[in-house]
């Protein structure tokens, strides 16, 4: 726990971002019934009967001092899709950034190895070069979010 506070109370540093990161399932629903029609004054009416329609994978960034989120759905939540969206941090997000302070659970999916996983040996290397991890406390991955900020 103390390894993340003292991440928390790093100033900001363009060059050196500190992102959170935490994924998190969603059922999707399909309506079964028309909504009422929306009368004037009035609120619109639906019905709570609704029919399974899947679940998607939300993976979230959140960069407090930055005020930037960006939140990925997906439909897995594989060992390669963090891969990907590691590689998306690095590359799209903050591609100007010498390195980035990264704070996220320890999920088994979360390793160098997913990396060697989804990319050749170099372009690993590469992305794993510019992350620097900071894992949350065992049962404690909302810690990931400074004062609970983005989590339901």
């Known amino acids: 726990m103390e390894d ?12 050196h971002p ?29 019905d709570t009967e609704y029919e399974r329609n899947g679940v998607s994978n939300l993976f979230m960034f959140f960069c407090p001092l930055m005020n930037w989120r960006h939140v990925k759905v997906t439909d897995h939540r594989t060992a390669i899709d963090w891969a990907q969206c590691m590689r998306e941090l690095v590359d799209v997000h903050f591609p100007e950034a010498e ?16 990396l ?28 990931g979010y400074p004062l609970g900020v983005g989590r339901d």
Do not use: M
Not at 4 to 15: A, G, I, S
Not at 21 to 39: G, H, I
Not at 99 to 114: C, E, F, G, M, P
């Open 4 to 15: 993340v506070l003292d991440v928390y109370v790093r100033p900001l540093d363009p060059k």
């Open 18 to 46: 500190q992102v959170c990161f935490d994924e998190s399932s969603k059922q999707q629903v399909k309506e079964v019934r028309t909504p009422l029609p929306v009368a004037p004054g009035e609120p619109a009416r639906y």
């Open 99 to 114: 390195r980035i302070t990264l704070v996220q659970d320890n999920l088994n999916t979360h390793t160098a190895a997913a």
């Open 116 to 143: 060697y996983a989804a990319f050749p040996p170099e372009e690993a290397k590469r992305i794993w070069d510019k992350l620097e991890f900071h894992y949350t406390p065992k049962h404690g991955s909302w810690f």
